[in-house]
């Protein structure tokens, strides 16, 4: 095999935004087929990527697994599990989506599926390759920040109205801003200061329709002694600090939202020398107050994960998120459902 020939399942945001351009424009891979039911994201598909077979449903795609060597999954939560599962029976390495499940048994399940067929899984972080977050973890590593006291970050938008349905869905489907921005601000907390403990939470559901949560908050004490609080708020008027890091020496402070998804959005490819760069009026503020300065905001990379998921897949490689990662950080999720 010198070339992964790839299906994604599901082509709304995810599959749309996040998955399908990376894929295409990797060397490394062929797009082959894409799995949506949706007539208008079937039209788009086909001409966006000619020559990709577009089918309706998995078991479309499943039947062309012999010809298939990776599967991405990219559906709503509730349907990981068994998409998963089926394409690791089927010999296919395969990317998941966050939340990777719902429960962190079913994850526990699938990594020993992968690993008694021999094949490759691994789960789509990628906020961890996020322009803002890669300047972050490079001030925390270089030492200019000294010793980091207490880091926030937040992932706040407004949207009265859900957009999609399984976002309205209970808990146990997936359902909330928890499980839906959680796995990003806990993963990325975890990646910068190591395990943590659940210290304090909040749920809140303000929409008034009955759904799930819409507003979050989580207390984290790392054993390192950093405490972390994330913020996920999907009726936020104005938004805070994406990132507010306090160190013994210094601070960071950033905000706004990484480049990468509205320049996808607008019509930039992954391929484009442009991509991933933030204009500098957006650079975050390092130091004290009036005295700070902005600070070049990293090249957003998401095209690594793919560059990484080629390396596993091809050359043996380790896969670029670890599942077991993804279960650290579900595992708080579900300890805050339990409270």
Known sequence: MTIIRTAVFGYGLGGRVF??????????????????????????????????RVVPTAADAFAQAGQLDLAVISTPPATHVQLAEEALEAGLAVVVDKPFVVDTADGLRLIELARSRGTVLSVF???????????????????????????????ESFKPVVSKPWKG????????????????LIDQALQLFGPAELQYSELAAHRGDGGPDDDAFLALRHANGTISHLWMNALAPQAAPRFRIVGSQSAYSKWGVDVQEPSILAGMLPTDPLYGVEDEFAWGLLGFDADATKVRTEK????????????????????????????????????????
């Open 125 to 155: 972080q990628n906020r961890r390759w996020d322009g803002d977050f890669l300047t972050a973890r490079k001030l925390i590593a270089d030492g200019t920040l000294g010793t980091v006291r207490r880091f926030e970050s937040r992932m």
């Open 300 to 339: 957003g990379a998401y095209p690594r994960f793919y560059e990484q998921m080629a390396s596993a897949v091809l050359d043996g490689a380790p896969v670029p998120v670890d599942p077991q990662d993804s279960l650290a950080a579900l595992r708080i999720i579900e300890a805050i459902h339990l409270r």
């Open 19 to 52: 998955h399908a351009p990376f894929i295409h424009a990797d060397p490394r891979y062929s797009l082959d087929v894409i799995v949506t039911s949706d007539p208008a994201r079937k039209a788009e598909a086909e001409v966006r990527y000619p020559g990709v």
């Open 169 to 184: 869905a209970a808990a146990g489907e997936g359902g909330g801003i928890l499980y839906d921005l959680g796995p990003h």
